[in-house]
């Protein structure tokens, strides 16, 4: 059975930062693109960030381009979003996504963590 365990999410004031993680298991980690979508409230659901089965490429939404870095540890079966000079629009739910064939396919969610930016 595939799992995705997201962590790291909480209350932070604007431009502060975290870091959410999410072990992955039952399925070979490093055989799959893995992403983040967040879906804030009233708004449609996003993906923030992409990042191949070998961590050479990526992709950010423009609204996160310079302040969200995604990786990914395959030893660990853990991916990574370091969030940076977060603002209050980047408030939402973030999900840690196991990509199907395409990176716009989506085969499995994690749980998903609370970010809440607020003074």
């Known amino acids: 059975e595939v799992q995705l365990v997201e962590s790291g999410g909480g209350l932070v004031q604007p431009g502060g930062s975290l870091r959410l993680s999410c072990v992955g298991s039952g399925f070979k980690f490093d055989n799959f693109s893995m992403s983040w979508v967040r879906q804030a409230p009233g708004k449609a659901q996003e993906r923030i960030s992409t990042?191949?089965?070998?961590?050479?490429?990526?992709f950010y939404h423009p609204s996160v381009k310079g302040r969200f870095t995604i990786s990914r540890d395959n030893a660990k079966n853990t991916l990574y979003l370091q969030v940076t000079s977060l603002k209050s629009e980047d408030t939402g739910m973030y999900y840690c996504?196991?990509?199907?064939?395409?990176?716009?396919?989506?085969?499995?969610w994690g749980q998903g963590t609370q970010v809440t930016v607020s003074s």
């Open positions: 996504i196991k990509n199907g064939r395409t990176w716009q396919t989506y085969d499995a």
């Open positions: 990042i191949d089965k070998t961590a050479r490429a990526t």
